[in-house]
């Protein structure tokens, strides 16, 4: 901006202290608006002008920073992110600047703001419920005697042997997880499967019913995203992606439609989600509905209209959790009746409810990346292991920077380690649990 060499301080304004509801900068382009541009919520404004101009430069020169800046995004708050949510949550985090801040801590101001038919359900049967893009999500139970809630430690915190029985429950039974937090979108048009070929890494399915995993690539071969693309009709397709980036990905999507004839629609809101899976889920499934289950039937990463009991699902063949599962996707106003027929039915299975943090250690061990962690705008399917989702004979966004990588090693590759804590770690040395960005 080369005015502002000649233009001068008009005046000068000592005033509040500019705090976001988490505490952190909000940058970059304003979803929903046009060449509109955020940068603001600075604590330290001199301390961080270098960078975040450095940032905001290029986000406007071209289209993206060089660095993932998604935990500072602005689009990480949405229409949920009320004046009272604001008001009360910064006036929470402001004081705990300097404290200690435990890994895993949750907030406990600006709590219930979006809540599923079972909340409270799930609040009676032990529920620790943590929040995501302001969604009330089940973090762990807590078993029958046990004080449902976090006690924070730098060592194993007082949840840690409950979540280790949910996931052993799903490893050997089957568990139920309360996933309708998950960003949901419909994209429909004439041009609806040339358009996501365009953002996508992968080949778009070509009959209804299939399904397909893909990344959104920038220029550089970075992962802006993964989703969960399912084809309900020629001109119509149904997405699902990471909760905390539902802002980024709309932005994303609508940043890149062009001229392609296709509308946007966010429908988060629209459909619950509930998760079945263990090696018991096929039986279980098989008692709630006369659908058939079986793998010739009903492939992994296929999807399926069917009914469990009264209630219309769409079913997708297909398990965070690395585990034989599906996902029922179905009108939120369905939610409770799903759930009930499903616990009955799951009773003499073994079901066990189990919680995110479950779900995240399942998807650790089975390999399973997530985005934030080990896919951001810096890494790239090479790195992540992930090329086997990276069509090589259709062009996309990033495909040329892939194709360029395809003949030479890349400069880091991802690595799964398995850390025997109990056999080489005393107790006065636990492991310290990584705090990831979505529950700083």
Known sequence: MPALAETGIKRIVNGAISLAPDARPMIGPLPGVPDFYVACGFLGGIAQAGGIGLAMSQWMLNGEPEMDLSFIDVARFDDWTTREFARERTCE???????????????????????????????????????????????????????????????????????????RGVAQRVG???????????????????????????????????????LMLNERGGIVGDF???????????????????????????????????????????????????????????????????????????????????????????????????ELHCAMADEAALFDRLFSAGEQYGLRLIGSRALGNLRLEKGYRSWGAEMTTEVTPRAAG???????????????????????????????????????????????LIPTRSNI
């Not at 402001?94 to 435990?102: A, G, K, T």
């Not at 907030?107 to 929040?131: D, F, H, K, N, S």
């Open 93 to 167: 985090v402001f004081p705990r600047r300097y404290e200690i801040i435990y890994p895993q801590a949750e907030r406990e101001t600006g709590r219930g703001l979006r809540t599923t038919p079972i909340y409270e359900e799930l609040l009676a049967r032990g529920a620790v419920m943590g929040q995501a893009y302001g969604w009330e999500r089940p973090l762990w139970f807590a078993p029958e005697g046990i004080a449902a809630q976090d006690e924070p430690s730098f060592k194993r915190p007082n949840w840690w042997p409950h979540v280790g029985g949910e996931c």
């Open 176 to 214: 139920l997880v309360e996933m309708s937090s998950y960003a949901k979108f419909l994209v429909e048009g004439d041009a609806a499967r040339a358009f996501l070929d365009h953002v996508g890494s992968n080949r778009v399915p070509s009959t209804d019913g299939g399904m397909a995993l893909s």
């Open 228 to 326: 969960t693309v399912c084809r309900l009709a020629a001109d119509c397709y149904y997405l699902v992606g990471a909760t905390i980036d539902e802002g980024i990905y709309r932005r994303w999507l609508q940043d890149h439609a062009g001229d392609y004839n296709v509308e946007i629609s966010v429908v988060t809101d629209r459909y619950a989600v509930l998760g079945i899976t263990g090696p018991n889920s096929r039986a279980l499934l098989r008692d709630s509905s006369s659908a058939d289950f079986s793998t010739t039937a009903f492939p992994f990463m296929s999807m399926r209209e069917i009914e469990i009991g009264p209630v219309a699902c769409r079913a997708l063949r297909v398990s965070y959790a690395g585990e034989l599962g599906w």
């Open 386 to 432: 992930l090329e086997r989702f990276c069509a090589t004979d259709k062009n996309y966004i990033g495909s040329a920077a892939l194709d360029a990588q395809r003949h030479s090693a890349p400069p880091r590759v991802l690595a799964t380690l398995a850390v025997d804590c109990d056999r080489y770690l005393s107790d006065r040395f636990s492991a310290i």
